[in-house]
């Protein structure tokens, strides 16, 4: 008996979801399944880069724009674990208590099934290894879904599929001559990105790319006009609104085809049509 479709995403910090597989979190919101988000923190550490905000409750205003986000996605509400943003470089806070580089990866473990078992997903996507660029809790996300994931095969629940977001050597090198994402800047794509054989997974994003695009702006106090991305035109986005690629992070089942271009592929599952105030979303 096929089971209702449902994909379940493991980030840190708001944006992280858009900018990361934004687009494939909409198609298949589109297609039906049950598309579920959790966010480790509220992104307490980042920089206001929109003036136009004044003076704002950082973890506030990012949780709103995350809901914002889900809403253009199309996806359901945001899952928030209640970490605190550990900041990075100069500006680690290995002081608070409640930063996710503080957590215990067992509490965080138990906290991402407790939601696996409510939200029944075939399919989870979170961080590669390296964390995009190494931030500690784009780190600490993948370390505790990949856990969570293995330990799922015990459980009522078994996650089939995990997927981490990637980028290739070629892509990475594009991104870092342009302006895209200044984050990537020096560092070394033979560390940070993947040869193409680990690239499992290639989605084309090009029909939702306006649903990724209007929920990475969402994301206002990250793409604001005094952030790089927020100065961006449309032809210097392009390459991050057609495709998404993914690597296996495991694997319950045979798949038919590698790489797939569909997470789904060959899983017994059902996809249920989205009402018309989920298409309109």
Not at 7 to 28: I, K, S, W
């Amino acid at each position: 008996m096929s089971s209702p479709a449902a994909l379940l995403a493991v980030f840190a910090h708001p944006d992280d979801e858009a900018l990361r597989c934004g687009g494939t979190l909409a198609l298949y919101a589109a297609r039906g399944a049950q598309v579920h988000l959790i966010c480790l923190t509220r992104g307490e550490a980042g920089r206001n880069t929109d003036p136009e905000l004044g003076d704002i409750d950082m973890p506030t205003q990012r949780e709103q724009e995350l809901r914002n986000a889900c809403a253009a996605l199309g996806i359901h509400p945001p899952i928030f674990l209640d970490y605190h943003d550990s900041g990075r470089g100069d500006r680690l806070r290995r002081d608070d208590p409640l930063a996710t580089i503080n957590a215990d990866p067992g509490q965080m473990e138990r906290q991402i099934l407790e939601v696996i078992e409510t939200t029944r997903p075939q399919i989870m996507v979170t961080f590669d290894p390296h964390g995009i660029y190494g931030h500690p809790d784009h780190l600490t996300a993948h370390r505790a879904a990949t856990a969570a994931y293995a330990s799922s095969g015990f459980r009522q629940v078994r996650v089939q599929r995990l997927f981490y977001t990637v980028q290739s050597r070629e892509e990475m090198l594009r991104l870092q001559s342009g302006r895209s994402l200044g984050v990537l800047k020096g560092l070394d794509p033979e560390t940070y990105a993947v040869c193409d054989s680990t690239i499992a997974a290639r989605i084309d994003i090009r029909v939702h790319a306006a649903r990724k695009r209007a929920a990475l702006f969402s994301h206002r106090t990250q793409t604001g006009p005094l952030s790089t991305l927020g100065t961006l035109s449309n032809e210097q986005l392009s390459p991050l609104m057609a495709t998404e690629t993914f690597s296996l992070g495991g694997i319950r089942s045979p798949v038919l085809q590698y790489p797939m271009d569909d997470l789904f592929a060959g899983l017994d599952v059902e996809f249920s049509p989205p009402t018309l105030q989920e298409q309109s979303a």
